[in-house]
């Protein structure tokens, strides 16, 4: 009788990705936020001027830009001693204020430090649904963060939930210092409420969760693949040069693209594994994705697999919202 990881493997070789069958999955992360990558140290780099990019390959990245009115600053780190470190850094390029904070998603690494901006005077911006999804999801956040505390040795207490000041629907213009900045939302990619900033004369788009330079996203919270694969099509036909991920290094538009192939591939070969009938647990063990595997969080894929067969099967994201 035919197995279903050879009826697995065939579907998913139609559909050009490519599959090992093992005894066991490669991948073998917790879901506590254990981090398993390479140790690379955080590197701060001016992307254009008094626009810088700080890119951290184990955790999340932000930037901030400098004006003579003040500083904005895209995502606040994922605990206050991480925040408190990333004003040091502010604080070595001037001593302006700062002005605003953008949150460009709901997850934790990306908006534990707001405790800290809001006592720098800052006015915190997101999209409504990212705010409803601070609210809702804060504890399963802590809980997706405690492997990363306990690795660094950060009190999980210090972590407090700070809402944003404003929210929006579709766009939020800002000038600041005489820079033009766009915020704005054209859907849900990997989550609902993502947020790009677009600083239209540097030619420079933070894409925070949608797209992470060869970086596995986490799947849990998208309502569609297919709907986050178009987002992605969407920025890379913007008049961008720089694309700055919410993970990942530096990216260009083919570097977008790539990623809307990757999640693409990934949406077929678990849509034929689901057809055979095969179980979670037996994805987990046949599915490798092999094609992928040097890509950052790769070790995690047991759970990106999980997750997106909920979503396959159930027709809901594991972590919905509202």
Not at 51 to 67: D, I, P
Not at 141 to 148: A, Q, S, V
């Amino acid at each position: 009788m035919t197995s279903y990881a050879a009826i697995f493997r065939a579907l998913v070789a139609a559909a050009t990705l490519v599959v090992a069958a093992m005894p066991t999955v490669r991948a073998a992360a917790s879901g506590a936020g254990e981090i398993l990558e390479k140790d690379i140290p955080i590197l701060v780099r001016e992307v254009a001027p008094g626009l810088y990019y700080q890119y951290h390959h184990q955790e999340s990245n932000n930037a901030f830009l400098v004006t003579d009115e003040g500083v904005l600053v895209i995502d606040t780190r994922q605990h206050p001693k991480r925040a408190e470190e990333l004003v040091a850094t502010i604080r070595k390029i001037t001593d302006k204020p700062i002005r605003w904070v953008v949150n460009t998603h709901a997850h934790g690494d990306h908006y534990f430090g707001n405790s800290v901006f809001k006592r720098e005077g800052a006015t915190i911006i997101a999209h409504r649904d990212t705010a409803g999804m601070m609210k809702a999801n804060f504890e399963l956040e802590m809980k997706r963060r405690m492997g990363y505390f306990k690795q660094r040795g950060y009190d999980s207490a210090d972590v407090k939930l700070t809402l944003p000041d404003v929210t929006f629907d579709s766009r939020y213009p800002l000038t600041i210092g005489g820079r033009q900045v766009e915020i704005f939302y054209i859907g849900a990619g990997q989550n609902p409420g993502d947020t790009f900033v677009y600083f239209p004369k540097e030619r420079v788009l933070y894409a925070g969760g949608p797209f992470s330079k060869e970086s596995w996203p986490n799947p849990s919270f998208t309502p569609s693949m297919q709907g986050w694969t178009e987002v992605l099509r969407k920025i890379a036909a913007m008049d961008v040069d720089q694309y700055l991920g919410g993970h990942g290094d530096i990216g260009t538009r083919q570097d977008v693209l790539n990623e809307a192939r990757m999640l693409a591939d990934f949406d077929a070969g678990m849509r034929a594994a689901v057809a055979t009938g095969m179980s979670r647990d037996d994805i987990v063990k046949a599915a490798i994705f092999e094609k992928y595997k040097d890509v950052r969080n790769y070790y995690r894929m047991n759970l990106f697999i999980s997750s997106y067969y909920h979503l396959l099967t159930t027709g809901k994201p594991e972590n919905p919202y509202p």
